[in-house]
């Protein structure tokens, strides 16, 4: 969970660079890349978590709501990863932005809601599945 974390960061930071560099200094590469592991990545880190963290993370606490309040955050997200992929691949083969400040916003709300995802998990699931209450 840890590493999948980390990649997740990563990818948000990636987001937070291209979201900065709106409009003009995007690099339309880095655009098809990102898009290109965005939903992937997600879904990967989202079964793992389903399948292993939260069932474990339920028997330690009994908070069925917190899981399942997690799973619809990860539904979420997986949503707003198609959007955005699509976004991004477009910008990437050529298409203009054309509306950099509407563009600029959902890259801003995406990243920042999974940063936040992720923080609550750092600090509240993964201590009690391993133990660390």
Excluded: W
Excluded at 59 to 78: C, N, S, W, Y
Excluded at 104 to 124: N, Q, V
């Amino acid at each position: 969970m840890r590493r999948a974390h980390m990649q997740k960061l990563a990818l948000c930071h990636m987001l937070e660079g291209i979201a900065d560099d709106l409009p003009s200094r995007v690099d339309r590469l880095q655009c098809l890349a990102v898009a290109a592991d965005l939903l992937p990545l997600l879904r990967e880190c989202h079964r793992f978590e389903e399948e292993v963290v939260f069932p474990a993370f339920a028997r330690q606490t009994g908070e069925e709501d917190t899981v399942a309040r997690l799973k619809l955050e990860h539904m979420e997200d997986e949503s707003a990863a198609a959007d955005l992929s699509e976004a991004l691949l477009a910008y990437g083969h050529g298409r203009q932005i054309e509306n950099p400040e509407a563009f600029g916003y959902m890259l801003r709300a995406f990243f920042e809601s999974l940063r936040r995802h992720i923080a609550f998990e750092r600090d509240h699931v993964l201590p009690k599945v391993l133990g660390n209450q």
